[in-house]
């Protein structure tokens, strides 16, 4: 059996790219994964996802634990079989979540209590229920339980935050047991404070981690207090296991995470925005709801290969999306994942061949131009 | 250049089995045609529709002339290229829907003058504009123009509105011109009374159609009526060309239809069934949402081909209806139309095989047997 594993293959400057092997499958990095919240990547057959080149899928464990729920995901043969996605899966801790979506949350040393937005029924999760949710659920890549503060915080109040989720590490760890060929990987912390996402990494690195997360960002502190973090948080974490930003981005966040060092990401962003009739493209992001576009004849994204730019026209996407007719959050959807997925792969290409600087400043330069004038 | 044509190929009793040739491709009949109504069959990508083993689709005149407007359709290179199907359509009317979806309607023997459900702005539609719309969008078989009386109706209303039908049915004919390839329908009036179907059947046959639809079933006056007028009505029409029933319906609305004489048929059923958690199998209807599903891992219907049988289980299925996933809608309409097309296949292999009665009788019989027993 394949054991978890990380082959970095090359640098190019601080950017890194190479393959995540496990049991499931390889993961190239950087990647990108597509967020699967409700066992379902919204608006697209699993098929379809893996058509645009995703190796790997996130899953949501506060939304999974409530509905379906992991104990019955488990009995029905895990999240994989469940949702029919064979390759690999990371899914959070639902520590993020509980604390932006649960109703009368209780924090306490011992975790979360809180009521579900969707019934009102009562869950605790704690680092040892956490572990469990995503054993049940068959997550190949499990994160550990934190706490992320809501904004604004002050420092003292991101370092008590950063010290329980650090607490919260080591009994994830304990808790996670020895699974072969499945990764824990550890959150880092400490806000936009560079000695407390020192003190953050060294702690998790004593407890050691099949990979590393760097936490607390993209929560609305904006691109540029981001990047600033990312300027020294990843280096202080190993160089020799998966570095991944949670919840990034925009095209943009993403190519600076990358510059940077980051070696996986996810985001709600491109599926999210192909059900409001937001297209990404290379240059840029365009709403097909606007009238400019109804008598377009043009794809969307001229050389694009999703069927939504092989099959149609940007009159026709304009129509769906004005009808709300499904197939608009279908093609769009299918459409984003892709580009991204094509953003993902020049990244990659870039760094093996020792030319990201050149592709970067192509891909900054094509998103000044905008979009295609109109007809 | 291939011309339009009908190859009655056996006969079972009064039903029929054949293919009608067209330039687009073939449709074996009996038929079942899935509703595009705004150029997309909800939920669906064109292959997938053609992959349930659809011949035909039904585009709706009253949505295309309203959003996106048929001369932008026209002008993007018709239907076909539009919504990227390069099989037949046949287009409706648009006679039907003016009257039950549009707002201030005004019936003159010219036409109706109407205002649009959508941006309240005025609209004719009369037989000369019908043909006008149908061609401009494209369609391979155009309806006449007709109007269907709202029900409930006096003899005397069906009787007058029956005859505006078939007066509009000489204009239809007249204004389609000559259209190598391309097909025009009549469409027989008369409601439930014997005498008023064969004057209309009389009237069409008179001006001469490639096609025969009886019209003005479907809208509430049920099974049995409709059943009592398919006894004689298909019969009045030309035995060599296709007979097509307007909007039925559920399986054994299609099978007592088969049975009496008809080749073609459509409706929504299907598809809007697979958006409200409805799946519809060889053992009658299932209700996804039904929390008896929650545990099962079982396929919707055992043995189906379709992905969400092939690929889910019933719990799976239970748990995107209710967490509202468009999923749900995508494989519930595949699975829908899937087992409309099985269901087709079945009747026309029957009736080329000479075994339809027993055919028939099985497929009540299994019906009957109704779901699969829970857990």
Sequence with gaps: MTKFSFDLQATDGRARTGVIHTPRGDIRTPAF????????VKAMLPDSVAATGADILLGNTYHLMLRPGAERVARLGGLHRFMN???PILTDSGGFQVMSLADLRKLTEEGVRFKSHIDGSTHMLSPERSMEIQRLLGSDIVMCFDECPALPATEAEVAKSMRLSMRWAQRSRDAFGDRPGHALFGIQQGGVTQELRAESAEALKAIGFEGYAVGGLAVGEGQEAMFGVLDYAPDMLPADKPRYLMGVGKPDDIVGAVER???????????RSGRTGQGWTARGQVNLKNARHADDPRPLEEGCGCPGCRNYSRAYLHHVVKAQEIIGSMLLTWHNLHYYQVLMAGLRAAIAEQRLAGFVADFHARRAEGDIEPL
């Design 33 to 40: 994964m597509p967020v699967g919240t409700a066992a379902t």
């Design 85 to 87: 996605w064979d390759k």
């Design 261 to 271: 060092g980051i070696d996986m990401m996810d985001c709600v962003l491109p599926s």
